[in-house]
């Protein structure tokens, strides 16, 4: 019986090969790692600039000027 085994065993026996011992979970958690990495790397985009020769708009108000002018006006036309 003993014969028989160690045959057994000598046809069984392969020399290691790293692709014997292949993790699929190891290998996508270093994908999504590498993937934040990149990321994480890459810097924001600069905002596009309007053109020069377009001028500001100025149509910007600035809300406690004019509600301090309507209350001015108020108490100047209530007396």
Do not use: C, F, Y
Request: hydrophobic fraction near 40%.
């Amino acid at each position: 019986m003993m014969p028989l085994v160690q045959q057994l065993i000598k046809k069984q026996t392969q020399h290691w090969n790293p692709k014997m011992v292949i993790d699929p979970v190891q290998d996508r958690l270093l994908d999504i790692i590498a993937t934040k990495k990149k990321a994480m790397k890459k810097p924001s985009k600069p905002k596009a600039k309007a053109p020069a020769s377009s001028p500001a708009p100025n149509n910007v108000i600035n809300i406690m000027d004019a509600l301090k002018k309507s209350v001015a006006a108020e108490t100047r036309s209530g007396k």
